[in-house]
């Protein structure tokens, strides 16, 4: 049986002057006010966060925590785990665009040389299981490295 549960953002944009302002706020109950722009490229705010940002970001962290749920479930202590994630956004002429690919580069460190492998593989399990990329229409390439933890021996 399926669960469903309902996630909710509100969005909070006023006009400040006669020039069209791309900052606004975004509120979800319980949690900090996110101040969004459009990406810099876009004549937004270049310090805010962007939506494309945020669409990296939710990639990014939704297949760290699957992944660390794979690895619990077999067995794999992860001591370190960290990411260098790329998209490339394809904007056409008419200004309409879409992510045509997102590159996760996870570099993890785990506790026995003889983990390594089964490490590796469980990239593939933790995007089968990663809410986000199961949302997303586009390819989300997987270039794992992993290394024993000193700590291990």
């Known amino acids: ?3 469903k549960h309902l996630f909710k953002a509100k969005l909070d944009w006023n006009l400040t002057s006669k020039r069209y302002q791309k900052s606004h706020q975004i509120a979800i109950e319980g949690k900090k006010i996110l101040n969004v722009s459009a ?3 876009f004549k937004g705010d270049p310090v805010l ?3 494309e940002d945020l669409l990296l970001s939710s990639v990014v962290s939704c297949h760290m925590m699957s992944y660390l749920y794979v690895c619990a479930q077999n067995g794999i ?3 370190s785990y960290k990411d260098n994630a790329e998209a490339d956004l394809e904007v056409s002429h008419n200004g309409s665009g879409r992510f045509t690919e997102i590159r996760l580069y996870p570099k993890v460190i785990v506790k026995g040389k003889e983990k390594i492998a089964e490490a590796l593989n469980l990239h593939k399990k933790a995007n089968e299981l990663c809410f986000i990329a199961n949302s997303c229409n586009f390819p989300i390439l997987h270039f794992p490295t992993c290394e024993n933890s ?3 021996e």
């Open 150 to 152: 000193e700590f291990s």
């Open 39 to 41: 990406a810099k490229v």
């Open 1 to 3: 049986m399926a669960f």
């Open 77 to 79: 202590e992860v001591i």
């Open 49 to 51: 966060h962007n939506p």
